[in-house]
């Protein structure tokens, strides 16, 4: 007998067996947002007038890191239309650089415990350190031990906060797709939220005319510069700069202080694993 089975119904089948498809327009926006605003934003933006040192250097910084970060998210556009597959990133890598694009991948995921100890995670475990004076860096579950001249592995309550506050994201993500993009979207809202309205509490309550006047007035005046100290060259080859020491020095002000901004923008790339086929 002959299969008078429709053709469609096979294609729909099959496609039930393959990742849910729940995360729309709003849902990807969270995500990517949710991402990119964490404790970096507020971190880095003090390292930044320091090095730049006028609020105009301030300012400049964050837009010339937006424009990077927008000309890079349209390539990543490209590159996720061009490869709609699942995977995001590591699938990009690995069509463009074969395994140099896993090294690469696995260099950046490896990194990202760092960067995570210089932003977000050294962030919160920060503030937990302030509200609650048990949580601190001297309060030792494992006291320090040496390996070697100049290592040590510890683990105190604020790391162990921190490690914690980690893997509490990945518990819910476990359970579905649905409630991570719901826990995701209620907690971007509330921050986001709270971001514009620190906003208009800053304009409008706690306005300041002498500051204003201090920094608009003064809006690209250079002063109290920090020093760029040259990272393991010999100061004589390359003598200590600042952002006053010519155009030069701007230059290589600039360039410093976008680290920081850079790294408060990363996890745009999270954009890359949100595609349709």
């Known amino acids: 007998m002959a299969d008078t089975a429709h053709p469609l119904a096979d294609t729909r089948a099959r496609s039930e067996a393959g990742f849910v498809r729940a995360i729309g327009l709003f849902d990807g926006t969270m995500i990517v947002v949710g991402s990119m605003i964490g404790s970096g934003i507020f971190i880095v933006a003090a390292d ?10 301030l300012l400049l910084t964050w837009i010339l890191t937006g424009l990077l970060t927008i000309s890079a998210a349209l390539s990543y556009g490209e590159l996720a239309a061009l490869f709609p597959h699942a995977g995001g990133q590591y699938v990009i890598a690995r069509s463009l650089l074969a395994t140099l694009g896993i090294s690469l991948r696995l260099d950046a995921f490896s990194g990202d415990s760092d960067g995570d100890d210089r932003g977000r995670g050294r962030g919160i475990r920060a503030l937990f350190g302030r509200l609650v ?30 490690v914690f506050d980690d893997r509490v994201p ?31 509490l800053g304009i409008f309550v706690g306005r300041n005319a002498g500051a204003i006047i201090e920094n608009f007035g003064h809006f ?14 010999p100061e004589k080859l390359v003598p200590t700069i600042t952002a006053a020491s010519g155009a030069f020095g701007l230059f290589v002000a600039y360039g410093v202080a976008q680290v920081g901004s850079l790294f408060s923008a990363d996890a745009w790339t999270t954009s890359a694993l949100l595609r349709r086929r």
């Open 133 to 162: 004076a048990a949580i601190s860096p001297n309060v030792w579950i494992v006291h320090p031990i040496a390996l070697g001249s100049k290592y040590a592995i510890s683990l105190s309550i604020q790391q162990l906060v921190g």
């Open 48 to 57: 930044i007038s320091r090095q730049t040192g006028s609020p105009g250097g």
């Open 220 to 233: 690209w005046t250079i002063r109290n510069a920090q020093p760029i100290e040259p990272a393991r060259i």
């Open 170 to 200: 990945d518990v819910h993500h476990t359970l579905g797709v649905r409630l991570g993009k719901l826990i995701q979207n209620v907690f971007t809202s509330a921050k986001t939220l709270s971001l514009v309205g620190l906003i208009f």
